[in-house]
Nanobody, 123 residues
Framework: EVQLQASGGGLVQTGGSLRLSCATS????????MSWIRQAPGKEREVVAC????????YHADSVKGRFTISGDDAKTTVYLEMNDLRLEDTAVYYC????????????????WGQGTEVTVSS
């Protein structure tokens, strides 16, 4: 059974940094594409970043490119989202997600979801 557990959210000032973690079980990074997806109040869900080892592909949304980085640690079977230079518009609940298909995670329709971790950016 695939399980995802996100953590690391919190309150941070604009320009600050946070690192989100997604502890996984029941999957291997060789077989699953991973993603971070966020949902802000009153806004559509946004795929922030994806990574797929089998497809040798990483994707970062234009809104976070150059500020956020997705990475994975095989030994810990954990996926991270390093977030720097945070802005007010980054405030959202962030979810980690997984699917065997890269296109599913890019489309924001992955099969497996973790619970969200809330990020609040204040001025």
């Amino acid at each position: 059974e695939v399980q995802l557990q996100a953590s690391g959210g919190g309150l941070v000032q604009t320009g600050g940094s946070l690192r989100l973690s997604c502890a996984t079980s029941g999957l291997t990074f060789d077989d699953y594409a991973m993603s971070w997806i966020r949902q802000a109040p009153g806004k559509e869900r946004e795929v922030v970043a994806c990574t797929s080892r089998s497809d040798n592909t990483q994707y970062h949304a234009d809104s976070v490119k150059g500020r956020f980085t997705i990475s994975g640690d095989d030994a810990k079977t954990t996926v991270y989202l390093e977030m720097n230079d945070l802005r007010l518009e980054d405030t959202a609940v962030y979810y980690c997600a997984a699917d065997t298909g890269l296109w599913a995670v890019i489309a924001g329709t992955p099969q497996y979801w973790g619970q969200g971790t809330e990020v609040t950016v204040s001025s």
